[in-house]
């Protein structure tokens, strides 16, 4: 099979972490993608500009001489007009994760009352500021992110010019309703195109599949298969890589995450990719999805990178490791059918 | 509240291992039961009496003093009439495994033809010995137990006479069927009683509380709950406890299985009796469900035995081990309301 090329790749979903781990993992974002939106559940969040810029700095310092550009987002709470406007240029989004939900998210927001959120998110409408959401509610594992469509309907019907990012969508449903509404997006990771239920807990439990949203059933990674391959403008890739300590996933409660910044451009070509015939449209689609689509609906302009692959085998590392952390990543060991030249 | 009492409380599905670890289980077993059936899941299973016999004279080693009957198991096939005749005298009931379904099951049935069947099941039938089967197919992980009922149906049709029991059944459907049928019966484990998916997999991962069949939804929960408190006679305990050492439950691919065998009847009280007003019908359910509906189901006449628990924490143990192995239960650490006098 020829070779193909992604042009300005961006993970519009990222964890980055910061002081050690953000050393080790950055670079390897950086490696590979023009650019991505870093997601702001640090510990405290990022929650005003000093925070912000401290973080910025420490990102820039991290990364080096790549070229590689942190879009960055703020942790969504009920602010003010005059916050918003003053932060406007220094972020890309903001990202609202309701509290308890996920990783470091205590202080999301606990009622979704529609009066009570107005001011904030008319205002981030008028200033066009996107919303990412982490979408799921606090009920039965499988169910969360199904239960969390009425309130994207009704967000998307009270606010019809805010655009609002459904993060890391994993089930048929969520395909279906970003679908139906105008201002609604969404970005889906590698492994919610890789994995059901199944191969985290249907014959050995693997913790290092275990991720929030958990992976749901067939029929749901089908839809989302069937979305992403297909080009659809509306979806693009962010890979919601977090990375955790192996330490912290081969345990007896194991943290919530799959690690795939490294990889991910491989995986999706081999997603894509299926064969010769239609290399010409499936690199095309894969062009949208893992960055046309995210300059589109961000209207954000990437610093030039042009990553090739082959066809030849990558066995992914065991392990990524710096002194102080050792992270394991997805399909540790394993061999992905096209690797970077 | 008062202490409560289970008389010759019966285990009628229990994993005793070989070797070391059945040196160290059961004694805990054998130290609160009056007698378990003991699955026949060994490598290589038990096939003919010679395995058998060797199994049984290696458990009453490793249970010295205590007094405790095991009830044996042969691994089913499709033996022909006169092995059945045979062995007959040996054991309490033939276990069904379908193929590679779970722990050392390779060798089980791969195909559920009933004309194929219909030599073995006959002559179980006529000679009165009960099929346990493990009740899954090898579909998405949360529907394998229901997609098997209209095997249970087509079985308990076409040998009417032949006890059928659903072993660890975990959802609202089987529930159902077990009262539809006047030849099916059920276990259930104490952990299936108490757990749902989002025990394992809602905040944390639990590898402690993974096991096949996995735990399923709340409403299945709570059907399980209603029947087995209910004291209704055809569902009876059998823990399904399945020591695998502490490191094959903390690592990059865990074992299914749930140690549970030394805490079961604290739990089960814990469950039963829930205040003091009801405590003289809450202690008669018990007693059907922890002895009398199993000697009444499978005929059998277990040692006296009879365990006392006061209304007083218990500590559960971090760990059970020897020198060989270490095997971390159920609520390692936690605290159980009743404990044993």
């Not at 790749?9 to 870093?38: E, I, W």
């Not at 959401?133 to 606090?138: C, K, L």
């Not at 995450?257 to 894969?286: C, H, R, Y």
Request: proline fraction near 6%; hydrophobic fraction near 40%.
């Amino acid at each position: 099979m020829r070779d193909i090329t992604v042009r300005n790749p961006l993970d519009m979903h990222l964890h980055l972490r910061d002081d050690d781990m953000l050393c080790l993992v950055a670079p390897l974002s950086a490696g590979t993608f023009s650019g991505g939106l870093v997601m702001p559940n640090l510990v405290p969040p990022i929650t005003n500009l000093q925070i912000l810029h401290r973080y910025k700095s420490m990102i820039a310092d991290a990364i080096g001489e790549n070229s590689f550009k942190p879009y960055m987002t703020m942790f969504y709470r009920n602010y003010d007009r005059e916050f918003i406007k003053n932060i406007k240029e220094s972020i890309t989004a903001m990202k609202l994760y309701p509290a308890g939900i996920t990783t470091n998210s205590d202080s999301g927001v606990s009622s979704f009352d529609i009066d009570t959120m107005r001011p904030t998110l008319e205002t981030m409408s008028e200033l066009n500021i996107p919303l990412c959401v982490h979408g799921e509610t606090d009920g039965f594992v499988m169910d969360r992110e199904a239960e969390f469509m009425d309130i994207y309907e009704t967000l998307a019907t009270a606010f019809p010019k805010l655009k609002i990012i459904m993060e890391h969508i994993t089930t048929k449903a969520a395909t279906k309703i970003v679908q139906k509404y105008d201002n609604l997006f969404a970005t889906v990771t590698a492994h919610h195109l890789l994995l059901t239920l199944d191969d985290l807990a249907g014959g050995l439990l693997k913790p290092h599949l275990f991720c929030k949203p958990i992976a749901k059933r067939h029929d749901d990674k089908d839809a989302l298969v069937d979305m992403a391959t297909s080009g659809h403008r509306k979806i693009m890739f962010g890979s919601d890589s977090a990375p955790h300590p192996t330490s912290s996933k081969e345990c007896c409660g194991c943290a919530a995450g799959v690690f795939t910044a490294p990889i991910a451009i491989q995986l999706m070509a081999e997603l894509f990719i299926k064969n010769d015939k239609n290399i010409d449209q499936s690199e095309q689609n894969l062009q949208k999805f893992m960055s046309d689509n995210a300059i589109n609906i961000y209207g954000i302009s990437p610093p030039p990178k042009s990553i090739t692959l082959e066809n030849k085998e990558f066995i992914v590392p065991k392990i990524y490791k710096n002194k102080q952390n050792e992270v394991t990543p997805m399909k540790s060991g394993e061999t992905i059918s096209w690797r970077i030249k």
